[in-house]
């Protein structure tokens, strides 16, 4: 019989609640292949090519270079990763950068204020008009910040002056302005407990005017924990008097995507914490991709895999071998024909590379675990499992290994069996187990291994014998 690989399950601390497990460092595939239906494959590693100043903050791509703000430096990646400091642009390592540019200018929103690099050097926009910067966001010949408080333009003509008489605010509820996103040229101010949507209609005072009718009952919770996703802006927060979960803010309306395991995670951590994620978009290889950076892991949601199979699709990635930590991949750049990363831990800089699956040359442990077994409760023996998988794709003299264990309660686990994966080249090879024990009433099988067994898998086939009760 074929048990489901692409997601499983398990049971909460209490044991009252059955919840979705996640595949760990695996990207699930919705294919018909023949053999089944989808398939797990090994999420990208992740390669070092270079050093920069201090750890990531923040980058983007403009006229075909990429940038980052390292450590309090703004910097220019090359394709070899070379970087180079340009100048300092203030702010500490835990507070992220928001950049955006304008037919001449980058803007990088920092430690509370407003830089811009000219191709030449960076200068910090000094008019005291300006305020304190969360966010920056360049529109129809504007750079348009937020305090917290007000909507603020600089002045088209001179995009270092601010005129005070053109500030603008999101009235519709007394909540703060927590970022802003442009979207078919419309500006997202993203409150705390609304969105409003405002459109450029010109005049003598602030240029744009809220659109009646576009609002969103729901806000965001941090600067940085929003960004646009397949057309739509896709933010983590919440409505008033409500529990956070990932939404997509569409037709005046907002769109849940995060399932219960999800908004579970997400209960987590405080709000304070939640305020830290980061969130952003990657589309590549008709995977549409969106990255929820929480503080000990990365939650991943796939629109084209959730369209394909008609439910949501999430994964999960982790930079540890044991347990889960913070992934070190954040501000996926598209540049010189591949995605550019930088390190939130780190100095490194890099680059995804889908034939292997370490992070930075060192190993990290994938998992996926499978739905629950029942025979209608009359049991069964278990007498082989085989995951039909795509081997001979390991590192050049090794011979890794990967794990199997079961439960049978969905919260405790038993003694895990090893098997060899084959070594690299050996494309025949068959991950079997034998001898699986048995179970009384339902069971859960879940498998292990790190990324030296850089393996895809098809499918879970169990030969059974029920038991007569």
Not at 70 to 90: E, Q
Not at 238 to 267: C, H, M, W, Y
Request: with cysteine.
């Amino acid at each position: 019989m074929e048990i489901q690989i692409l997601s499983g399950v398990y049971t909460d601390d209490n044991n009252t609640e059955i919840r979705t497990n996640y595949p760990l460092n695996l990207v699930p595939v919705p294919l018909q292949s023949g053999i089944s239906g989808g398939y797990l494959r090994p999420a990208d590693g992740l390669v070092q090519n270079g050093t920069g100043p201090g750890v990531n903050r923040g980058g983007i791509e403009r006229d075909g270079v990429c940038y980052r703000v390292m450590g309090t430096s703004l910097c220019r990646v090359d394709s070899d990763g070379t970087v180079t400091a340009l100048g300092d642009v203030g702010g500490t390592d835990d507070n992220l950068v928001t950049m955006d540019y304008s037919f001449d200018l980058l803007a990088i929103a920092s430690g509370g204020n407003l830089f811009y690099w000219d191709g030449t050097s960076v200068n910090q926009v000094t008019d005291p008009d300006l305020g304190d910067v969360l966010d920056v966001v360049w529109v129809d010949g504007y750079f348009m910040i937020t305090d917290g408080t007000f909507l603020v333009v600089t002045e088209l003509l001179d995009p270092y002056a601010v005129n005070p008489l053109k500030y603008g605010s999101s009235e519709i509820d007394p909540d703060p302005i927590v970022a802003v996103v442009k979207l078919r040229n419309e500006i997202y101010a993203l409150n705390r407990h609304t969105i409003e949507v405002f459109t450029n209609t010109g005049g003598d005072l602030f240029p744009f005017q809220r659109i009646q009718g576009a609002q969103i009952q729901k806000g965001v919770i941090g600067t940085h924990g929003c960004c646009v996703f397949v057309e739509t802006v896709a933010f983590l927060g919440s409505g008033r008097n409500e529990s956070p979960g990932i939404f997509l803010g569409v037709n005046s309306g907002a769109s849940k995507i995060s399932t219960q395991d999800i908004d579970e995670t997400l209960t987590k951590y405080t709000e304070a914490q939640l305020a830290t994620v980061k969130l952003e978009a990657r589309n590549d290889r008709n995977h549409k991709h969106l990255y929820i950076h929480l503080p000990d892991k990365t939650l991943v949601f796939d629109s084209t895999a959730s369209q394909a199979v008609g439910s949501a699709v999430w994964f999960v990635l982790s930079s540890e071998v044991v347990g889960f930590g913070r992934y070190k991949a954040r501000d996926i750049v598209w540049c010189y024909d591949k995605w550019l990363i930088g390190d939130p831990e780190s100095s490194a800089v890099g680059f995804f590379n889908n034939t292997i699956g370490s992070h930075y040359g060192n190993n990290v442990r994938w998992e996926f675990s499978t739905e629950i077994v029942y025979n209608e409760g009359r049991g069964a023996i278990f007498h082989e499992l085989e995951l039909v998988s795509l081997t001979g794709g390991v590192a050049f003299g090794t011979d890794p290994v990967i794990s199997t264990s079961y439960s049978v309660d969905g919260a405790t686990w038993g003694q895990s069996k090893s098997i060899h994966v084959g070594a690299r080249g050996n494309r025949t090879k068959r991950l079997v187990w034998f001898q699986q024990g048995n179970m009384i009433n339902w069971r859960i099988q879940r498998f292990q291994g790190e990324s030296d067994a850089h393996i895809s898998f098809a499918r879970l086939e169990a030969q059974l014998e029920p038991l007569a009760y």
